[in-house]
């Protein structure tokens, strides 16, 4: 049984530029959640993929976008970078109408 | 107020303590997990309940639904331990099966 892998672990861009992190959902889950994790504090749901759709959305602005694959593997795209947006992001597979989670290790992305 | 409030944010314990990590939401929920989260990022799941009690090895999670109330209890504890514990609530109306956290305790147990 896989888990789930992100990818980079880490990750510097300047301040307006693009994105992308990825992430590989554990076998057998067909939903993938991402949230953001700013130091010090609880991950914030961003948005939740099922069937390649977003299936709920977090407080989070529409430069934060994303994308599921036939093989339920996802990208969180981030645009316009900014300041704030130095966190640890984080992903997590599950199944739909089953709780429970698996986690990845997280992206952590610092913008300068 | 968030909907998940966990007490208290930070804890430092001598090794063989007993400690004990309170969490309280405020939504309806189907489960409450607790999750372990060590420095370099990546979250475990300890537990998850919607009702009663769990335990595995020495942590144990207790739940009271109808206080809305959650504790998460580690035995004997061990430097190891040392890690920041999250609460996460899961399958409100609102919120479906995404997971609300709270904002975690530094748990440091030294030898």
Redesign the interface.
């Given at each position: 049984e896989t888990g789930v892998t992100q990818s980079p672990t880490h990750l510097i861009k300047t301040r307006g530029q693009q994105v992308t992190l990825r992430c590989s959902s554990q076998s057998g889950h067909n939903?993938v959640?991402w949230?953001q994790?700013a130091l010090?504090?609880?991950?914030?749901?961003i948005f939740?993929y099922y069937r390649e759709e977003e299936n709920?959305r977090?407080n989070f602005p529409p430069r934060f976008s994303g994308l599921q694959f036939p093989n339920y593997s996802s990208e969180l795209n981030v645009n316009a970078l900014e300041l704030d947006d130095s966190a640890?992001y984080?992903c997590?597979s599950?199944l739909?109408g089953v709780?429970?989670?698996?986690?990845?290790?997280?992206t952590?992305l610092t913008v300068v | 107020k968030n909907e998940?409030e966990q007490s208290p944010q930070n804890l430092t314990a001598q090794e063989g303590e007993f400690i004990t990590i309170n969490c309280s939401y405020s939504v309806g929920i189907?489960?409450l997990?607790w999750?372990q989260q060590h420095p370099?990022?990546?979250?475990?799941?300890l537990f998850?309940l919607?009702s009663g009690k769990k335990k595995h090895g020495r942590l144990i999670a207790t739940i009271n639904i109808q206080e809305k109330h959650s504790s998460l209890h580690i035995t004997a504890s061990h430097p190891r331990d040392s890690a920041v514990y999250?609460c996460?609530v899961?399958?409100g109306e609102t919120s479906?099966?995404?997971?609300?956290?709270?904002?975690?305790t530094q748990l440091t147990v030294n030898p």
């Open positions: 939903t959640s949230y994790q010090g504090q609880g991950p914030q749901f939740q709920g977090g640890l984080l997590a599950s739909v709780d429970g989670y698996t986690f990845g290790s997280g952590r | 998940v189907s489960a997990h999750l370099g990022g990546g979250i475990v799941s998850m919607s999250i996460a899961s399958g479906g099966s995404r997971l609300t956290f709270g904002e975690g």
